[in-house]
Nanobody, 121 residues
């Protein structure tokens, strides 16, 4: 089983950058597609970005395309979300997620505890 732990959230001004990290434990990590999903207050969870098992294929939501980049380091069991040109509407709890059944862009069945990202001046 894979366990996921996020880090890197915080408070940033509009236009700033943050990099979220997700540390995965478990030997099956390299076999799972991974993703980042966010949930803003009062809203449903929203797919942000996904990455294939090998890391060769990625997908980003239209709302973050060109600003966010997902990547993974299989050797280190890590997944990252580089977030640039952050906007107030990016404020949310960001979750690292994985699919144990190979669903590249979700739905995901394994979740981290989440990390808060707040974009405010």
């Amino acid at each position: 089983q894979v366990q996921l732990v996020e880090s890197g959230g915080g408070l940033v001004q509009p236009g700033g950058s943050l990099r979220l990290s997700c540390a995965a434990s478990g030997r099956a990590f390299s076999g799972y597609p991974m993703g980042w999903v966010r949930q803003a207050p009062g809203k449903e969870r929203e797919f942000v970005a996904g990455i294939s098992r090998s890391g060769s294929t990625t997908k980003h939501a239209d709302s973050v395309k060109g600003r966010f980049t997902i990547s993974r380091d299989i050797a280190k069991n890590m997944v990252y979300l580089q977030m640039n040109r952050l906007k107030v509407e990016d404020t949310a709890v960001y979750y690292c997620a994985a699919s144990s059944v190979g669903a590249a862009w979700g739905p995901y069945d394994l979740w981290g505890q989440g990390t808060q990202v707040t974009v405010s001046s």
